[in-house]
Nanobody, 123 residues
Framework: QVQLVESGGGLVQAGDSLRLSCAASGRTSSNMGWFRQAPGKEREFVAAIKWSGGGTAYADSAKGRFTISRDNAKSTVYLQMSSLKPEDTAVYYC??????????????????WGQGTQVTVSS
């Protein structure tokens, strides 16, 4: 069992930066992912990171602007977001899944989900 708690969301202006955190408890030897869901849209992949070894994956929309990282000593995963755009507005969810060799962009690859944190980017 894994419990995930996201934090760090908020209201920012376009061009600003924001760092999301996801604190994990329980079985934390997991690959971790960030997903987001905007109103009226389906959940979409943002970024993922391996349990160890530093392997990462990004959605095209996140490449060059977002960075996923993790501190296993703190059981915490981060999503550093920069150059934010209004279209980044969404509820951001953290997810945990089995420590497979390649971090997956598929939501069904993750077994545990946090409650989400709202990110709103104003123009």
């Amino acid at each position: 069992q894994v419990q995930l708690v996201e934090s760090g969301g908020g209201l920012v202006q376009a061009g600003d930066s924001l760092r999301l955190s996801c604190a994990a408890s329980g079985r934390t030897s997991s690959n971790m992912g960030w997903f987001r869901q905007a109103p009226g849209k389906e959940r979409e992949f943002v970024a993922a990171i391996k349990w160890s070894g530093g392997g990462t994956a990004y959605a095209d929309s996140a490449k060059g602007r977002f960075t996923i990282s993790r501190d296993n000593a703190k059981s915490t995963v981060y999503l550093q977001m920069s150059s934010l755009k209004p279209e980044d507005t969404a509820v951001y969810y953290c997810a945990a899944g089995p420590p497979v060799p390649t971090p997956s962009p598929r939501g069904d690859s993750y077994n545990y989900w946090g409650q989400g944190t709202q990110v709103t980017v104003s123009s």
